[in-house]
């Protein structure tokens, strides 16, 4: 495999008017609580797997005695008004290079679906605990932002840059021709952040005016903080091996 | 030569339900161990190399004064009830590209040659010294997982993740639709330990039903360590006079 | 995106014997002061951008609210005599690879464009303070350098190597047969130069025949340095965050 | 430019049973000193240039005001006998996918050309100086092997592994059909060894029948060191300066 590849389980026939909202990890993991809650509340089917060699070169033991690379997923949620695809993930792609294929394929593959818009989610760093937070929205298109507006999301006070998909998907989306924006929650950084997550799917069931539930938050997210911390210890693990092995000579050639 | 390259000696015909066995090197050295005692034990014909920018750019000068690429090389033994096929090698891809670019090439080039199930060989580290070990496995069907149990594997048990090929082989097998599972003896980690690569030769044996002698596996153990060391040693040396050269201003731009 | 994509505002029709002038960030600022400054005085039309998978992987938030990717552009001013292409940068590419492609691209869309020269515009660092300062040249014709003598331009004194687009571009347009420079001005090398940004802007002015205030450049060089300075932040908080999450496991993986 | 090029300035009648010479900087510099020699000497016409992505992105200006980008060229010496080719450069690819990538144009052009034979010249280095040295030769046939051991390089002995092109080369010969060697100077490895350079000329004169006066050898083998020893020094400071940057936070982005 030479270049990022979306396996398809199903090819959904052309959707209506669809959005995509993306659940990676970030800061203060909010993307990934609120793609991988919005997944299981709204039971969203997969539809296809996103397998990149940006993404690293190892693959967990299940419970049961299988084995799961390292991949992000697309979900579908068919709506009446109009679909929501959300893209869930272990990881984000290692390099600018990677970043960059991946967004491309993500985008790629939103405009074969039928998406139009493409909503990321993400934090936004403070360093300190906000006791008011505001939610912070940039946005490609003056009719996007003038419903986020709406909504409470704050525009132009966010400072600085995003790093990774939440930035370069909807950036990515205006060159597309579609509309993109990134929602983040404001958040301290160093910590998992559920109030500020729950802040988002308040919103995004507002914005998508699908009904979620929020109260099983809490105890999802502290899953996803176990999943993803998994995740991240592993990655780590290999890393800090192949970066002894380079100094010292202890370990064998992998 | 921009792509992992696989150069074919001959093309066998379309082999008999085919399984290939990897031996490359890994936690313990077991794969290769047990790798290329089955070369050597079951008389397997080499068909052919597979050569890649992702190992190193050196070469070896052998005693005869020829010189050897790094390379990882197929071998073939053909069986009335199944064929199998032997992956072995120096080395593994340097880096996350560079292990999915192979493992791509590798599936690719199993599925040409009939190849219906990958089972990978490698350790599964415990940092300490087992008297009572087990040979720990994950696989991609229950089916598969069945046939192992029954011959002692224990499933479920082993955490984390599998670095390099011996994980992404069965997952890509998974995404090509083929079967696909990585056998681990369980070890120390930090040496080369041959008697659970005696275990995992009994396992194969059985599970493939060709009887394999493990009388010279003592022997041909250490003459695998040997070569593995000049191997690495020889990588080490490289990556250290470059590391040393990007620092300082003391050799030649090479 | 996997390769350096210039996506076309409009496509103008054949340029009139079209000249490139660069003005991308490198030593004292002075090609991108200077070039952000002609863009502005001579109200040039924006007719692309340049985006690629070898700059940094985040988006810049702005006041309004919207985002902006980091970019490379090309701006056109139409003149009697021949017209003027400017391309403008937030940044240069971060690998050889990157460079040779993103210099290659702009080689590329060129020669499409009908341009038949290249300039480009750098400093050349003295490390200390002149009082009377040059400006260096060097060029891939005789006719060129003969032309640039003649506006004062000293060729032949200065030493080493160029690093980046500044010398990539012209020693690209030779192999494809265009004309190319590089014209440097001395300076220290450790702070942005107006000074030395404004003698290349009087010696630009001179040598396209076309008149430019440079009244405003101190001002609006204050204005390149700041934003200049807010990208270099960012990449670099980025960066650093990477590299720390690198050897501890503090941050999520992004 | 994404892909190593070759760039031909005209393209020889399909040549007469060719060998290729190497003259590329490695340890003790011996192959380098040897190519240039031998391109001096033997009036050879430049062929073509390679230029490569995997080569720093800088270029040198030159004396008279001119700009030179880092590469290696071809050079032709027509003979009766048999024809030669040499391939001089400034540099080799800075890692390993580049290697393999450079070695594998290099090797196609070759056979493009009708080259028959590649000879590899480069140092093996001993880290004493030696006052017996030998020529230390590996090569891919045993016909091959002959022919030198006649003219007294010794076979088998020297140990390890050879790191870049003077061992990718005759490995890819091999695999295309082509015959190959690498012939080696015993050298102490930390200076330039102009002796060992001599020996290989001798040596070259009497394989390919051509005289070769080596009385001016030691002049112009400084020549190549000051030239070496310049690339060396900006090649560094380059990446001097970008690893302080990736530190700390003082120079521009380029």
Redesign the interface.
């Known amino acids: 495999?030479?270049?990022t590849t979306i396996?398809e389980k199903r090819r959904p026939k052309k959707l209506n008017n669809a959005v995509l909202i993306t659940g990676?990890?970030?800061?203060g993991?909010i993307g990934q609580v609120v793609g991988r809650y919005m997944v299981e509340e709204l039971k969203a089917t997969k539809i296809s797997n996103l397998?990149?060699?940006?993404?690293?070169?190892?693959?967990?033991?299940?419970?049961?005695?299988?084995?799961?690379?390292i991949k992000n997923s697309f979900y579908l949620v068919k709506r009446k008004k109009r679909d929501v695809v959300i893209l869930l993930g272990?990881?984000?792609?290692?390099s600018?290079?990677g970043?960059?294929?991946v967004?491309?394929k993500v985008i790629d593959y939103c405009k074969k679906l039928g998406v139009t818009e493409i909503i990321t989610v993400g934090g936004y760093s403070t360093g300190k605990i906000e006791t008011d937070r505001h939610i912070h929205?940039?946005?490609?298109s003056l009719k996007l932002?003038k419903k986020f507006v709406k909504l409470g999301v704050v525009?132009?006070e966010?400072?600085?840059?995003?790093?990774?998909a939440a930035?370069?998907l909807?950036?990515?989306a205006k060159?597309y021709e579609l509309d993109g924006a990134?929602i983040m929650g404001e958040t301290h950084g160093?910590y998992v952040d559920t109030t500020a997550a729950k802040q988002i799917v308040i919103l995004l069931s507002k914005y998508l005016g699908i009904p979620i539930n929020i109260k099983r938050l809490d105890q999802r997210a502290k899953e996803s903080q176990r999943i993803?911390q998994k995740?991240?210890?592993?990655?780590?693990?290999?890393?800090e091996?192949q970066?002894e092995a380079?100094t010292r000579?202890?370990?064998?050639?992998?």
Chains 1, 2, 3, 4 share one sequence.
């Open positions: 495999m030479i270049e396996i990676l990890p970030g800061i993991l397998i990149s060699p940006h993404f690293p070169h190892q693959v967990f033991m299940t419970k049961k005695g299988g084995l799961r690379i272990d990881i984000q792609a290692m600018s290079p970043q960059y294929e967004a491309g929205g940039v946005a490609t932002r525009f132009g966010a400072r600085g840059s995003i790093v990774g930035g370069l909807p950036a990515f060159m990134c160093s993803l995740v991240q210890e592993e990655v780590q693990k290999t890393m091996q970066a380079a000579s202890v370990s064998y050639i992998r």
